[in-house]
C-alpha cells in the first residue's frame, strides 16, 4: 500500500493563478479531509468528505473547492491563488467508524508545500 | 471545539522525562496523539479510548482521564528522536487538533 499521497510535493504560484493539489489513498477509505498548517501552528480543516460524491466544509473553506467522484481522489482546487493561502497543506484519510468515533485514526499524506508571490 | 494542550514548549536534556496534556471542554470518547517532525507530516503515535484502552504503536505511554475530559502523553527517558511537535486530537467527523507542543531534546 502506498497509503495516502499527494502531488506536487512544492509549488510556487502568483497572485491569481489557479491550481489543483492532487491527493489520493489506496486503503479503501471513505474519509478524507484537508487540512492547511501555517508556520508553527497547528492544523486547520479546510474541507472534508464521507464518501464519493458527498464534501463538506471545514473550519477554513475560503477560496477553496473540492470535489470526491471516486473513493481513492480527492482534490482541492485553489481558484484566485492570494499569499495568505501560503502553506502546507496535508491530506488525510480514515475508514467509516464501524462503532463509536474515534477508534480508527486518520493517516496523512506527505504534505504540499505552496507559496503564493 | 479545539482541545488545549500544555506546555507550549518543553526543552529537555537526554534521558529526562516530560508530560504533555490535552484538555477538552467537552466529553471525550478517545483522544488521539500525533508527532510531527520540522518539514513533516504528523505522524500516529496513539489513541487513547475510554475506559483505558490503548491502541498506539510506539512504546510511549498515555492516560485518558474521563473526568477531567484530558489526556495526557508520557515521555520517560527521552531520547533525541523524540523530539518534534505532539498534537491531540478529538474525534469528530474530522479530528479537531489543538495547536501542538514543541519539544527540543537536547545531547
Known amino acids: 500500500n502506498a497509503g495516502v499521497t499527494q502531488t506536487p510535493k512544492f509549488r510556487i504560484l502568483k497572485i491569481g493563478q489557479s491550481m489543483t493539489l492532487q491527493c489520493a489513498q489506496d486503503?479503501?477509505?471513505?474519509?478524507m479531509y484537508w487540512y492547511r498548517q501555517d508556520p508553527g501552528m497547528g492544523l486547520k480543516l479546510i474541507y472534508y468528505?464521507?464518501?464519493?460524491?458527498?464534501?463538506d466544509k471545514g473550519e477554513v473553506p475560503n477560496g477553496y473547492n473540492v470535489s470526491r467522484s471516486t473513493t481513492e481522489d480527492f482534490p482541492l482546487r485553489l481558484e484566485l491563488a492570494a499569499p495568505s493561502q501560503t502553506s502546507v497543506y496535508f491530506c488525510?484519510?480514515?475508514?467509516?467508524?464501524?462503532?463509536?468515533?474515534?477508534?480508527?485514526?486518520?493517516?496523512f499524506g506527505p504534505g504540499t508545500r505552496l507559496t503564493v508571490l | 471545539q479545539q482541545p488545549v494542550q500544555s506546555p507550549q514548549a518543553v526543552i529537555l536534556r537526554e534521558g529526562e522525562d516530560a508530560v504533555i496534556n490535552c484538555s477538552s471542554s467537552?466529553?471525550?470518547?478517545?483522544v488521539h496523539w500525533y508527532r510531527q517532525k520540522h518539514g513533516e507530516a504528523p505522524v500516529f503515535l496513539m489513541i487513547?479510548?475510554?475506559?483505558?484502552e490503548q491502541k498506539g504503536h510506539e512504546k510511549i505511554s498515555a492516560s485518558f482521564n474521563e473526568k477531567k475530559q484530558q489526556s495526557s502523553l508520557y515521555l520517560t527517558a527521552s531520547q533525541l528522536s523524540y523530539s518534534g511537535t505532539y498534537f491531540c486530537?478529538?474525534?469528530?467527523?474530522?479530528?479537531?487538533f489543538g495547536k501542538g507542543t514543541s519539544l527540543l531534546v537536547t545531547p
Open positions: 467537552k466529553a471525550l470518547y478517545s
Open positions: 486530537g478529538t474525534e469528530g467527523y474530522a479530528l479537531n
Open positions: 488525510a484519510s480514515r475508514p467509516s467508524p464501524s462503532g463509536r468515533w474515534g477508534t480508527d485514526t486518520q493517516y
Open positions: 487513547l479510548l475510554k475506559g483505558g
Open positions: 468528505s464521507v464518501g464519493a460524491g458527498i464534501t
Open positions: 486503503m479503501n477509505h471513505n474519509y
